[in-house]
C-alpha cells in the first residue's frame, strides 16, 4: 500500500486506531474496549516484536507517583505472563497441583468471562523446587485464539472467544519423549498460520487451525534431565538477508528456515547444567545471549552463498540468569544472575557501568529512552537509558506477593501478574 499524503494520513489515524479497536472487540464478540481510544495489545512473551519494546504512544510519565490500580484478582499460583487483548486479559494458573486453567478478565473491571481447565500438574526437580512447579510458559494470542503451553509438554489451542478448545497435542504421549524435567518452559510463537513451540524434545511447526505438525527439528539432541526440553523462547528475525527463526536450546543458538525446518546455522552455547535460559535478542545480523554461571555472548552470523558463519564478536564476564535484556541504542541493558544490572557497549562488549544489587530477577520493558523494570519482589523500577551512569527516576512497590512474571502494558495500562494474582494499573 503506498504512503497516505501527509494531511490526509494526519486526519485518518485517530479513526484508524478507534477502528481497530473495534474490529478487535467484534473479533473476541462482546462489548466494547475500557477506553475509547485503546487499541493497543500484548499479544505473546516480551510483546508485540518479542523483544520487550513498547509501542510508542502514549509516552511514560515522569515518575511512579500516577500509577494507580484499577483492580486486583486473586488466582492460583503462575509464572506466565499476562496477555492483552483489546478488551479482556488472559492468564494462566496451576489449580490443587492438579489442573492448568486460563482465565480471560475483563480488561476495565477484572471480572472474569470464561475460564478453561485440564488436567496437568507435575513436579519439577527438587533443586528446582524451591521455585515453584507451577505453569510456566505465557500464551500466544492471534486476535482470535490462544495458544497455551501446559506444563506436561501439551499445547492447548482455545477460543478467545469463549474459551473453547480447538485442538490440543500431546507431545510426550506423540513422540514418545516422555514429559521434561522442568515442564514446558518456553512461550509458544504465532506467525502467520502457523504455531511454533520448543517442544517434545525438538522445535515443531504447527497449523494454527488444526494442531497438525508441519515438521520437527532439532530432535538430535541427547535425552538427559540436563539436556531434554527447554527454557528459551523463539523469536523471527531477518538475518543476512534470510528471514528465519532463532532457537536456543539448552546447549546451542540456531537458525531454522520457518518453510522446512531445515537448520541454516548452529552454534554451542557455554552454559551449567544446560541453563541457557534468555531469550535471544536480535540486532541486525548480531545476537545477545547471557548464560547462567557462564559468560555473556555476542555473536556475528554471516551468510556467503549458501554457507552460513557464526563468529565470536565478543565476551563479557556477567552472567546472565533469566531476566532478558533490552537494547536501546547501540547499548543493552542486562539483568545478571547475581541481581546487579549492567549496561553493555554492543560495538566492544565492554561494561559502562553496573549497579548495586536489586532482586533476582527483572521483567523489563523499554519505551524511548525509559525502561520500567519489575523484580520478583513486586518493585516497580523506573530507570532513563542512560549509557554513561544508571539513572533511577523513581522506584515503587505494587504487588505484595513474588512477581516472577513478565510485565505487560497496552495504552496506559500495566499488567503485573502475582504468584497469586493479578492487578491491572492505569496512569493518571
Same mark, same amino acid.
Given at each position: ?30 462489548? &466494547?474496549?475500557?477506553?475509547a481510544?485503546?487499541?493497543?495489545t ?12 513498547a ?96 506444563m ?7 477460543? &478467545?472467544?469463549?474459551?473453547?478448545e ?9 513422540y514418545?519423549?516422555g ?16 504455531v ?5 524434545d525438538s ?17 538430535d ?9 527447554g527454557f ?20 546451542e ?8 525446518g ?17 531469550t ?10 547471557s ?12 551468510r ?34 547475581n ?20 532482586g ?19 518493585e ?14 523513581d ?10 512474571a ?23
Amino acid at each position: 500500500m503506498k504512503a497516505l499524503p501527509q494531511i490526509l494520513a494526519f486526519d485518518l489515524r485517530p479513526k484508524l486506531r478507534c477502528w481497530r479497536g473495534a474490529i478487535a472487540s467484534l473479533m473476541l464478540g462482546v462489548g &466494547a474496549a475500557p477506553a475509547a481510544d485503546v487499541a493497543q495489545t500484548w499479544p505473546q512473551w516480551r510483546g508485540p516484536n518479542r523483544d520487550a519494546q513498547a509501542p510508542s504512544a502514549p509516552a511514560w510519565p515522569d515518575d511512579l507517583k500516577g500509577l494507580e490500580r484499577v483492580w486486583r484478582v486473586e488466582l492460583g499460583s503462575s509464572y506466565s505472563g499476562p496477555i492483552i487483548a483489546a478488551d479482556r486479559i488472559f492468564t494462566t494458573e496451576s489449580v490443587k497441583d492438579e489442573f492448568e486453567a486460563v482465565h480471560a478478565l475483563d480488561r476495565a473491571t477484572g471480572k472474569e468471562i470464561w475460564k478453561t481447565q485440564w488436567k496437568g500438574s507435575m513436579d519439577v526437580p527438587f533443586f528446582a523446587a524451591r521455585n515453584g512447579d507451577w505453569i510456566r510458559a505465557t500464551p500466544a494470542y492471534d486476535g482470535q485464539a490462544l495458544f497455551v503451553a501446559g506444563m506436561r509438554d501439551v499445547l492447548v489451542c482455545l477460543e &478467545a472467544a469463549d474459551g473453547k478448545e480447538r485442538w490440543r497435542i500431546d507431545f510426550a504421549e506423540k513422540y514418545g519423549t516422555g514429559v521434561p524435567a522442568f515442564g514446558f518452559v518456553p512461550s509458544p510463537l504465532v506467525d502467520g498460520e502457523f504455531v511454533y513451540a520448543q517442544a517434545a524434545d525438538s522445535f515443531v511447526k504447527l497449523k494454527k487451525s488444526s494442531g497438525d505438525v508441519v515438521w520437527r527439528a532439532l530432535d538430535d539432541k541427547p535425552g538427559s534431565m540436563m539436556d531434554d526440553g527447554g527454557f528459551s523462547s523463539p523469536v523471527l528475525a531477518t538475518i543476512a538477508g534470510v528471514r528465519q527463526i532463532v532457537v536456543q536450546t539448552r546447549r546451542e543458538l540456531c537458525g531454522l528456515n520457518p518453510e522446512s525446518g531445515a537448520v541454516l546455522w548452529r552454534k554451542d552455547v557455554p552454559s551449567f547444567r544446560g541453563c541457557n535460559i534468555l531469550t535471544p535478542t536480535i540486532i541486525g545480523d548480531d545476537i545477545l545471549t547471557s548464560t547462567y554461571q557462564n559468560k555473556t555472548f555476542f555473536y556475528g552470523v554471516a551468510r556467503e552463498g549458501e554457507a552460513w558463519t557464526v563468529s565470536d564478536k565478543w565476551t563479557s564476564k556477567g552472567q546472565g540468569y533469566m531476566s532478558s535484556p533490552v537494547v536501546i541504542g547501540k547499548h543493552a541493558y542486562l539483568p545478571l544472575g547475581n541481581g546487579r544490572l549492567v549496561c553493555l557497549d554492543l560495538a566492544s562488549g565492554a561494561e559502562t557501568w553496573r549497579t548495586n544489587k536489586f532482586g533476582a530477577y527483572w521483567s523489563m520493558i523499554a519505551k524511548g529512552d525509559r525502561v520500567l523494570a519489575l523484580d520478583e519482589t513486586g518493585e516497580l523500577v523506573l530507570f532513563a537509558a542512560n549509557p554513561t551512569e544508571f539513572q533511577l527516576i523513581d522506584r515503587r512497590k505494587i504487588a505484595e506477593e513474588e512477581c516472577w512474571a513478565h510485565l505487560a502494558t497496552a495504552d496506559r495500562e500495566l499488567a503485573v501478574r502475582e504468584l497469586k494474582g493479578l492487578s491491572l494499573w492505569r496512569w493518571k
